[in-house]
């Protein structure tokens, strides 16, 4: 079974603060996500790699970086931490290309600012 | 572009009875479409996909998925409702050709006993 682990499920820092949300994932995927959840908004896409040291930015990247400096390994940086950076992380992974392959998630991560 | 519209946040259903949980979709060129299910405080479980040909899909726990090109629709059924399928469920689209997959705002489903 594909894993996407996630390292912390819930996190609690500091507006102001540099937060680090980790991502790793064990089926040797090429593509991997980054998105935030939040109540009846669904699922937004920060940003996404498609290979080692490649990123390109989704829907809401303004706030957060990334980076990818190993194939199975992406994170999430939000250089300030701001309250309404408060949400539901979700990291994601597939394989190569832009055909129908599905994405495999991981348990989320719930970040609160404070 | 390409968006998804789930039209209602929540369905519920009586348990045994058949399950709908719609999805429409917008999106130029060919769509491929998917079906996730989020159980709570967990990560999304893909479902089901359309990618190409039969328009009845099926996939885990017994869901199916009708791909309906002219409705550009592609909502979520199941025979018979279990207690344990209630959950939040996501309709999700990528256009051929683009690494994006645009979600819907998701479905509530509650099943009762």
């Known amino acids: 079974d594909v894993k996407v682990t996630q390292s912390s499920r819930y996190l609690v820092k500091r507006t102001g603060e540099k937060v680090f949300l980790e991502c790793v994932q064990d089926m040797d995927h090429e593509n991997m996500f980054w998105y935030r959840q939040d109540p009846g908004l669904g699922l937004r896409l920060i940003y996404f790699?498609?290979?080692?040291?490649?990123?390109e930015k989704g829907d809401i990247p303004e706030g957060y970086s990334v980076s990818r400096e190993k194939k199975e390994r992406f994170s999430l940086i939000l250089e300030s931490a701001s309250t309404n950076q408060t949400s539901m992380y979700l990291c994601?992974?597939?394989?190569?290309?832009?055909?129908?392959?599905?994405?495999?998630f991981g348990p989320g991560t719930r970040l609160t600012v404070l | 572009a390409q968006s998804v519209a789930q039209p209602e946040d929540q369905v519920n259903v009586a348990e045994g009875n058949p399950l709908t949980v719609k999805c429409t979709y917008s999106v130029s060129g060919n769509p491929y479409l998917f079906w996730y299910v989020q159980y709570p405080n967990r990560g999304l479980q893909f479902l089901l996909k359309?990618?190409?040909?039969?328009?009845l899909v099926k996939g885990s726990y017994g869901f199916e998925a009708e791909f309906n090109k002219s409705q550009t629709s592609f909502h979520l059924k199941k025979p018979s409702a279990l207690v344990s399928d209630s959950a939040l469920y996501f309709c999700a689209v990528r256009r051929a050709g683009s690494y994006q997959l645009t979600f819907g705002k998701g479905t509530k489903l509650s099943v009762i006993p």
């Open positions: 790699s498609y290979d080692v040291k490649m990123k």
């Open positions: 994601a992974s597939s394989f190569l290309g832009t055909q129908g392959n599905e994405q495999f």
């Open positions: 359309y990618i190409t040909g039969d328009n």
